[in-house]
């Protein structure tokens, strides 16, 4: 793997871990149980990328999660793998989107 392949996949790697903490803290401070709808496409993202969930964050957590995994999500292409590796940068790239929807349907469900 190239510096610059290993570049971009710690950088979804951050994006990702960033955007599990902030979820993570909104569903730690909501009493309703919404976030866990999310669960299960989080529990994906983090298990491609052998992101440990619910381990501290030293960072900011002034951040719209979906926007971070959008980002991520089109830095996921450039990410260069060996072709029997194929299907896992496609299941990364689905599991991004599907996790920004989830969370976005939460995040916007109270706007309604």
Known sequence: ??????Q???RVVD????AEAIVEMWEATTADGRWAMTAF???????????AP???Y???????PVS??????????????PIEDLSWRLALGDALRTAASDIRMVR????V
């Open 15 to 18: 994006l990702v871990t960033r």
């Open 108 to 111: 916007d469900a109270r706007d």
């Open 1 to 6: 793997m190239s510096t610059g392949n290993d």
């Open 68 to 81: 971070l995994l959008d980002e991520a999500s089109e830095l996921v292409d450039q990410i260069d793998v």
């Open 58 to 64: 030293e960072g900011s957590l002034e951040a719209d």
């Open 41 to 51: 496409s989080r529990y994906r993202l983090c298990d491609l990328l052998d992101v």
């Open 54 to 56: 619910y381990r501290r």
């Open 8 to 10: 971009v996949r710690r």
